[in-house]
């Protein structure tokens, strides 16, 4: 009885244990884009440059604070010295310190600081929308590889269908053959487009291994055969896309992250030559120090005087304003002029985007066009073929016709339900590229 319920829970917890396995290979699209998202390296870089620019952000608006600095020396005297409370030649050991607060500060400077502050905030808003993008793309990725792997799959498993179709017509006519009803003929040519649906099978079967991978290479996971994919409800999908080209370039102008990110860098591109210019100008500044002195060989008639006393007494400040002229500049008028270049190349680099965004949407809305046509043409072919494919069956059957028009029936059909799943899904991937350019998720 002991022996019976340790085989009970040994077979129960591994039944546990491979369903647990099991469940694990089995994503939905949400897990995969968030797999992507979370172990994407350039996403993480593109995290990390965005937080730099957030950081410059910052530096860049302390540099209108003033600068303080705190002093606090101490020191020793030995032999002959100068005493540093009366200045007189003493030979005596004398211990002395001094502490201080200095500061300064930038009043005017030609707007340098508030068009440089300008700069780092045009720079960290496309730094975001870099990143924006980067996380768009791989979501975008993923969606096709996912899509990839879906339409190989129904590929496959109608061609599994074609297979058990061709085996069973293959085991009715063996049997007319055994009773002479049919030529010998006419079973090899069901033989040969048996092993034709069968090698089908073997080559998607690959096709479909090549696109998990290539999914799990986008969520930057090990590849894994056991892995399941959970099925789309893509006939919602299908419908025409309404957005013409125009209206889509339209949209990415407004808020397409790559768009947007090469316009903040024009814009910062120009406060880097504000902030440039502005070194021309005179500078104005104020500074200030505020300390005091002690020395162990202070004394007054009454004795010596103790560091509070010291400390206080001594105390001392100053306060200074003044300006700084700029008479021989070169630096300045270089970093001038390579500003200059720098926010024309800019400029170009975002018309350049602009360009090649347009391009691709033209490209993709074409695309997506001929994929919709494509796509119900295909759909009408296929209802004609399916009559046409039952009409000979029947004959075949019966015997009306011989192998070879019911097999150009059959093949006609056989080709026509791949190339439907095919057009399916390559309108709704060319559909989502087009999604991609607008912001729609």
Not at 112 to 130: C, G, L, P, Q, Y
Not at 318 to 330: C, E, K, Q, T, Y
Not at 363 to 385: D, S, W
């Amino acid at each position: 009885m002991k022996k019976f319920i340790i085989v009970v829970l040994a077979v129960y917890f591994i039944s546990a244990d491979a369903n647990a396995q099991q469940a694990t290979y089995i994503m939905n699209l949400n897990q995969c884009i968030d797999s992507a998202l979370r172990k994407n390296i350039v996403l993480q870089q593109a995290r990390l440059s965005h937080q730099t620019a957030n950081v410059n952000v910052h530096m860049a608006k302390t540099s209108q604070l003033p600068a303080v600095t705190g002093t606090v020396g101490q020191g020793i005297n030995l032999g002959r010295n100068v005493d540093p409370f009366n200045n007189q030649y003493a030979n005596q050991t004398i211990n002395y310190g001094s502490y201080g607060v200095s500061g300064d500060m930038i009043i005017y400077n030609g707007g340098n600081i508030k068009n440089n502050i300008k700069r780092t905030e045009s720079n960290a808003v496309a730094a975001r929308e870099d990143l924006r993008l980067t996380g768009q793309q791989t979501v975008l990725n993923v969606i096709l590889a996912y899509m990839q792997v879906l339409s190989t799959q129904e590929q496959l498993e109608m061609t599994r269908t074609q297979a058990k179709l061709s085996e069973e017509q293959l085991t009715r006519l063996k049997q007319k053959s055994d009773k002479g009803v049919v030529a010998p003929s006419q079973v090899s040519d069901l033989q040969g487009q048996l092993l034709n649906d069968q090698l089908a099978i073997v080559d998607l079967q690959n096709t479909l291994e090549w696109y998990k991978m290539e999914l799990a290479q986008q969520m930057n996971i090990p590849y894994n055969k056991q892995i399941k994919l959970i099925k789309i409800d893509i006939d919602k999908m299908l419908t025409e896309y309404a957005p013409n080209n125009v209206d889509i370039y339209e949209t990415a102008m407004e808020n397409f992250p790559q768009i947007r990110a090469a316009k903040e860098r024009s814009k910062g591109a120009d406060y880097a030559l504000k902030s440039a210019r502005g070194l021309r100008y005179p500078q104005l500044f104020a500074g200030g120090t505020v300390g005091t002195v002690y020395t162990s060989s202070a004394e007054t008639t009454t004795g010596k005087l103790g560091f509070s006393n010291q400390f206080l007494n001594n105390r001392a400040a100053n306060f200074n304003v003044g300006i700084r002229i700029p008479i021989l500049a070169s630096n300045v008028r270089n970093n001038i002029k390579l500003a200059d270049i720098t926010l024309e190349n800019v400029k170009l680099e975002e018309e350049r985007t602009k360009n090649v965004v347009w391009q691709e949407i033209e490209r993709g809305y074409v695309a997506m066009t001929n994929a919709y046509k494509r796509f119900r043409t295909l759909e009408e072919q296929l209802i004609a073929y399916r009559q046409s494919y039952k009409a000979a069956e029947a004959r075949f059957v019966t015997g009306v016709d011989n192998s070879l028009d019911y097999l150009l029936a059959k093949n006609n059909l056989d080709r026509a339900n791949i190339n439907f799943i095919n057009a399916r899904y390559d309108f709704i991937l060319k559909k989502k590229v087009l999604d991609f350019y607008q912001n729609i998720p």
